[in-house]
């Protein structure tokens, strides 16, 4: 297998991360993004979403979207992490905080990065004023994660989950930004304090 990605950025560093837990190691293929390589005929006959990263299988196969790159290797590599969850209940949680997590974190968070830093505006229309509304819905997030985390030790319960995966690269993305995990986010500071310490899943 291959996977095509770009190392440093959020979504291939969450693959990354899991990848890590599980102890798998894969041959990477660069994609630059920054050039549009991820743009051309030939990416997006691998990737209809014209997004990295992308599992390339042996059998030449394509799989985009990370979280379903994820789901695909944990299925295929025996272990007992629970990445996804133990039980129904565990497995629901984890599904929805994901979900919370890039509909009100990831997705405002990158909104805010593109419209604001105009990043990539030679292929697509930013807009400072919808850069800005991003990032504030971004910092009214931040919060309801922070009491999420006030009531247990994991993002989705009592397990270390792809849910905290997910909210460790969100955290990581925040620089971009100038969002700082303050004394205001104590719960948050907490978590990602003890993130931190799981070397070297975390860390290259």
């Not at 005929?41 to 979403?49: E, L, M, S, T």
């Not at 272990?79 to 974190?105: C, H, S, Y």
Request: hydrophobic residues 40%; charged residues 25%; negative net charge.
């Amino acid at each position: 297998m291959k996977l095509h990605e770009k190392a440093g950025t959020p979504s291939a560093e969450r693959v990354n991360i899991f990848l890590r837990e599980l102890g798998i190691e894969l041959e990477r293929v660069d994609v630059d993004i920054r050039a549009a390589e991820n743009r051309t005929d030939a990416f997006i006959d691998k990737a209809p979403n014209g997004l990295i990263p992308v599992l390339e299988l042996d059998n030449g196969t394509h799989i985009c979207e990370s979280v379903a790159i994820c789901r695909y290797l944990d299925a295929i590599t025996p272990n007992d992490k629970a990445l996804f969850g133990r039980t129904p209940l565990e497995q629901a949680q984890v599904e929805m905080w994901v979900r919370i997590l890039e509909f009100q974190g990831v997705v405002p968070a990158f909104q805010a990065f593109r419209n604001l830093s105009g990043f990539f505006s030679d292929r697509e229309t930013c807009i400072k004023e919808w850069g800005e509304e991003s990032r504030k819905r971004l910092l009214t997030f931040l919060p309801i994660l922070d009491k999420q985390l006030s009531k247990q030790p994991w993002v989705a319960g009592e397990h270390f989950s792809i849910a905290d995966i997910t909210a460790w690269v969100l955290c990581g993305f925040l620089g971009r930004l100038d969002i700082e995990l303050d004394e205001h986010l104590p719960n948050l500071q907490r978590w990602h304090m003890k993130m931190s310490e799981r070397a070297p899943s975390l860390h290259h």
